[in-house]
């Protein structure tokens, strides 16, 4: 399995081992998870329920520590890049506006400059919730939430953002707006992310590059590089083009013959 | 790119609806029920101290027992005059107050040190249950052996009767914080003592308040049975030396400023609890 190395790698996970012990044992959940994430690009880690998804990106953001492997990112000034990871609930602070709970992390990070408050300010326009900012969340709907968890996310500059499953709590046409929404935004904002999910429309609609994982002890099966704009489908008709179905169809196999241990 | 934009919909949502003729008569009608219950309330309690009053002048009840509500009153107004009365409403004010606080402050700081160190949490727990459960008159002739009489044992019996429910109380409710939101200032670089200040303590003023109402009661509790058993001065000493002289007007009255003043605390908390949902 071998990706093309056009642009500047970002990410590199070595055979990558996880574990954890319970009453019953030890539970093996990643086995030998090798893969590339080069800069600026979109990924999607696509696998079962409960494969381990969510463990490879508590990995990369270092809160938890493999069992052996090594997780190396390339960086050009040699400092930790800052991982940005948005949840899959907004986990909006109830008893802080907005604009407190998009500075959260800056506050935390002590890191409210002038220029990084600038940032949030322009972030805030630029998406259209200027007017909510002094408003409590508990006022707003899910997506515009879960926008506002992505500012949040956004506000501190991460490097790489990582997301966990972030739609999984909307209903399904918030889901699709949103999603488009955050596609766009981390496009613009020139990002490298990686998207956790198990819907597999949604990581074909938003991701650059698709890592199939199979079932618990998690690895990877499959590398599906998507390439929409190189065969001329823009972007707003991508859900209707029959290479949309291709990708779904093998996705769907590789999946199906995952379930069923094929 | 094309971003919907929300805010021009959150705007129209908060735009003032006029009421219909349906909505107005609803609120009408809500509005009239809470009068009735209110204004029922009042007569309610005006029959009982007429009746009280009647049963006492025409002799259906013993005057000397149940003493009547002309008689308090004389006794109020009499005690009141001299200052002496004051005096130890105050001082029980004064008890309870400081015991509440210090149930306050000292719960905060347990409670808080078991959320950092969930193992010393887990060590005491058991024996926080014991004491808890423990009836704490039972306590008091040790503190008084310990301590001697006086406003220290008295506070202490007050401290005694909430503590120990209101740290278990507050470190569960400190402990049952969403692991996710923990994550979320994990994932923010942040540390435990971030956790802690930005969403443990925050989440959990709802609870810190409804513990306060209860234990603001409690507080008063312990200072009356400290008072019953090791004062000189206060409500609780007035109720004791009270029966013991058989002066029931005495007692009598020191139970209906008790019941003022419970009635006090509860208004006062409710109106902090309503500014602060107003300060939300």
Known sequence: ?262 | MKIPDYSRKFKDKNKAATLTTGQKNFLRRQKLQKLYIFWSRILLFVVFIMLWQVSSDLGWIDRFYFSSPIAIAQLFWYDIKDMSLLNHIGITLLESGISFLLIIILSMLMATFFWFYPSLGELFEPFLIVLNSLPKSALAPLIIVWLGTGPRTIILCGISVGIFGCILNLYQSFAQTDPERLKLIETLGGTKLQAFTKVVFPGNIPTFISLSKVNIGLALVGVIIGEFLAGRRGLGYLIIYGSQVFKLDMVILSIVILCIIAMGIYGLLNLLEKKMEQSD
């Open chain 1, 1 to 262: 399995m071998s990706q093309n190395l056009h642009k500047k790698p970002f990410l590199r996970l070595d055979h990558v081992n996880f574990s954890y012990y319970s009453n019953l044992g030890e539970v093996k959940v990643l086995n030998d998870i090798n893969f590339l994430i080069e800069k600026g690009v979109f990924a999607a880690l696509v696998g079962p329920s409960g494969c381990g998804k969510s463990t490879v990106l508590s990995l990369i953001a270092n809160l938890l520590k493999p069992v052996s492997g090594f997780i190396t990112f390339y960086s050009e000034d040699f400092n930790a890049p800052r991982v940005g990871y948005m949840l899959q609930h907004d986990h909006l602070l109830e008893w802080r506006t907005v604009y407190q709970n998009i500075t959260l992390g800056l506050e935390i990070q002590k890191r409210k400059t002038a220029e990084n408050l600038e940032l949030v300010d322009s972030l805030l326009e630029k998406y259209h919730l200027s007017n909510v900012k002094n408003q409590k969340p508990s006022a707003l709907s899910g997506g515009m939430r879960q926008r506002i968890a992505l500012i949040r996310t956004l506000a501190i500059r991460p490097d790489l953002l990582l997301l966990d499953e972030p739609f999984s709590a909307l209903d399904y046409q918030t889901r699709l707006n949103v999603s488009k929404d955050v596609h766009d935004i981390i496009k613009s904002e020139q990002k490298t992310a990686i998207l956790v999910t198990h819907d597999i429309s949604e990581a074909i609609s938003m991701a650059d590059i698709i890592f199939v994982l199979t079932k618990s002890p998690c690895t990877v099966k499959d590398i599906i590089p998507i390439e929409f704009e190189a065969n001329g489908i823009e972007r707003d008709n991508i859900r209707k083009s029959s290479l949309f179905q291709e990708y779904f169809d093998k996705i769907w196999r590789e999946m199906q013959n995952e379930n069923t241990g094929l």
